[in-house]
């Protein structure tokens, strides 16, 4: 047992040195032991205002990676789009509406696809899609397995016909890119609020809360939340994807802070103060998240009705009458999530990784 637990941190220990050595290379090394040892991306150092000081506040890019997932034997829960339904069985009021699954064999019809009863097969084409789009007018199409908003669709009718994301397409143009879009789902679009919707109308502008198991009370809390959204025409709000902003909200007031994260042109994240959304020029710190109070409350019940998990972070649409939970993951990423502080600093989050590996 001792050689093979050896064994282990030797080849872990490799792994580490190869990562750290193509991140920092030799001047790396000299110049910053602390990054390279417990490897720190130089993306993380730069945003979280990471030194040789505090170094110890934070779990680095390689610690978080190396435990996850968080939620193991139950990460299905929420790496899966389809999970979602799991977790919230009996908030159906909470959830978008689910009509389609889509693999090589078909368009799978689900719970909420209408007229379900009717449909004499357990699956059918493009052309049930294309019937639901006329009668919904937008639909949204998304991997069931992905990150930073990569592979969603928006699918309209208009006018002159159909478009996707943005793009004009015939309607045997639409049924081919259906077709094709394996392991996705077709789901409800929602609307969102309306000061949302002003603030930029291309993309569902979710909050992130980020919930983690305290092991002392035995009890989920919210230990980070952001708000994200979409820029430059951008249909997802995600950071990652190139073209988003967020802004970190007060978890008790439900307020818009003045510090947030901006990547604009697939330039990169850069840390913002004082955020003004780059296409509709509206001020976001100060703004009041109507509902917070209730989704905050609705989501930490849900999150201890669950809590076979421990780690999880709900992103979360406003609409004007309360509020829809689009998907939940299972982490957040180390540099965004640790821009106000590092996690190392809450004990929560150290009794977390503990668990898991010790740190």
């Given at each position: ?29 000299i ?29 680095s ?19 899966d ?37 009717s ?26 397995h ?10 309209k ?5 159909y ?53 002392e ?37 439900g ?102 590996k010790?740190?």
């Amino acid at each position: 047992m001792d050689m093979t637990f050896s064994f282990r941190n030797m080849k872990n220990w490799l792994k580490l040195l190869i990562y750290s050595f193509r991140e920092w290379g030799i001047l790396g090394f000299i110049q910053k032991p602390w990054a390279f040892r417990r490897g720190f991306t130089k993306e993380m150092v730069s945003l979280c205002k990471i030194t040789s000081k505090n170094h110890c506040e934070f779990i680095s890019d390689w610690e978080h990676n190396n435990r996850w997932p968080f939620n193991k034997p139950y990460q299905g829960a929420v790496s899966d789009k389809l999970g979602l339904v799991r977790i919230l069985h009996e908030y159906k009021e909470c959830m978008p509406e689910y009509y389609f699954f889509i693999d090589q064999y078909g368009l799978l019809p689900l719970w909420d696809c209408p007229n379900k009863d009717s449909i004499f097969a357990y699956r059918v084409d493009a052309s049930a899609f294309i019937k639901l789009l006329d009668l919904k007018k937008i639909l949204v199409i998304k991997p069931t397995h992905s990150e930073v908003g990569w592979g969603v669709m928006i699918a309209k009718r208009t006018t002159n016909g159909y478009s996707l994301n943005g793009k004009d397409c015939n309607v045997e143009e639409l049924k081919s890119k259906i077709s094709k879009a394996y392991n996705n789902i077709v789901t409800e679009y929602i609307i969102q609020h309306e000061y949302a919707r002003k603030i930029c109308d291309t993309s569902l502008n979710t909050i992130r809360m980020l919930g983690v198991w305290n092991s002392e009370t035995c009890q989920f809390e919210i230990i980070r939340c952001f708000h994200r959204f979409g820029c430059n025409g951008n249909v997802v709000d995600n950071v990652g994807s190139g073209n988003g902003l967020l802004v970190y909200v007060d978890i008790e007031t439900g307020i818009l802070e003045d510090i947030g994260l901006i990547n604009e042109n697939h330039k990169g994240d850069r840390v913002a103060h004082h955020i003004v959304h780059p296409d509709s020029h509206i001020s976001l710190t100060g703004l009041q998240i109507p509902y917070f109070q209730e989704m905050k409350a609705k989501v930490l019940k849900i999150l201890n009705e669950n809590s076979y998990l421990r780690y999880v972070g709900f992103d979360v649409a406003i609409t004007e009458d309360g509020f829809k939970i689009i998907e939940a993951n299972g982490s957040s990423t180390p540099s965004v999530a640790q821009v106000k502080g590092g996690f190392l600093k809450d004990k929560r989050m150290v009794d977390l990784f503990n668990s898991i590996k010790p740190l």
